[in-house]
């Protein structure tokens, strides 16, 4: 069994598809109004 | 499946009451969201949050103001986040005149507040993001038709 493997040709549909490109979430922003946080007085899990 | 939540939003005046009318040049007015998180979601490395809290009008139908909070989580699975002044002194209160909002042609304005999460799976990888994000109703308000001469 020396079954050569054959090589599939791209569709059209495959050959103009664009790759996809990653984009990176942006780092957490802030402005500088003025705020606070704190922690709620409810039972934890 | 991890979570974050607007449980709700409140509109904080000077004296700690969540009001609906401000006096324009007199009354603080904070925005305040309460947010739950949940328990896998503060389990992920380096898991953070990004919030943003909108005032929207509705004669324009627009967002007037858009302002953020990025964070990590630091106070466990239930926590309040507030931005604008209503602590003091008056002086430093961030009245809605302070908000920069025009109540000339609408007087009615909404808060609205945007949650989503995100961590870093790996040192260096990057922020990625998390199936865990709310957009909460909106809460009205009402600026007292008050004007400058």
């Known amino acids: 069994m020396n079954k050569k493997k054959q090589k599939r040709t791209k569709t059209t549909a495959e050959k103009q598809r664009k790759p996809i490109s990653v984009k990176q979430l942006p780092p957490l922003k802030s402005d500088d109004i003025p705020s606070r946080g704190g922690k709620r007085a409810v039972k934890e899990d | ?149």
């Open chain 2, 1 to 149: 499946m991890p979570f974050l939540r607007i449980d709700g939003l409140r509109t904080v005046n000077q004296l700690g009451q969540n009001a609906t009318l401000f006096d324009p040049f007199s009354d603080a007015l904070a925005l305040t969201m309460d947010l739950h998180a949940s328990a896998d979601l503060l389990a992920l490395p380096n898991a953070a949050f990004s919030a943003e809290f909108q005032i929207f009008d509705p004669h324009q139908h627009k967002v007037v103001v858009s302002t953020y909070w990025g964070s990590t989580f630091n106070w466990g699975q239930y926590f309040w986040i507030s931005k604008g002044n209503n602590w003091g002194p008056p002086s430093a209160y961030q009245t809605p005149e302070q908000w920069g909002l025009n109540w000339t042609a609408n007087s009615i304005f909404g808060f609205r507040g945007i949650v989503k999460a995100q961590y870093i799976p790996s040192p260096g990888s990057g922020w990625s993001a998390v199936d865990a994000f709310d957009v909460s109703a909106m809460r009205w308000f009402r600026v007292r038709e008050i004007f400058r001469l």
